[in-house]
Structures are given as C-alpha cells and as structure tokens.
C-alpha cells in the first residue's frame, strides 16, 4: 500500500499527470467537433437523397 501512495505522489508531482489531462481535453474537443461536423454533413447528404428521390419517377 505505501508503495502505491508513493507512486501516486510522485505523478501528482511530476509533469506527467497535467499533461495527460490536457491531452485529454483535447482529444474531447476534437471528438466533438467531429461529430458536429458528420451530423451536419449527414443532413445535408439525407437532404440530397431525399430530393434524388422526388425527382425518380415511380416504378409500376
């Protein structure tokens, strides 16, 4: 168990622990704009379809 406290002490003093956290906020940043960016390109792409669709003529 002392080890363990001593390991965490020593992250939590060093540059490591700030710097994976960083790197994590950005990772969520760009996991979002990612994903703002597909649903706006998905509406535009159903848009599209949708319109191809009106323009087909109806099969008998």
């Not at 003093?13 to 996991?31: C, F, K, N, Q």
């Amino acid at each position: 168990m002392k080890t363990l406290v001593k390991k965490m002490r020593s992250f939590l003093r060093s540059e490591d622990g700030p710097t994976v956290t960083e790197y994590a906020v950005m990772l969520a940043l760009i996991i979002l704009i990612c994903m703002a960016t597909i649903m706006l390109i998905g509406n535009k792409v159903k848009s599209v379809f949708t319109n191809i669709e009106g323009g087909l003529p109806t099969g008998s």
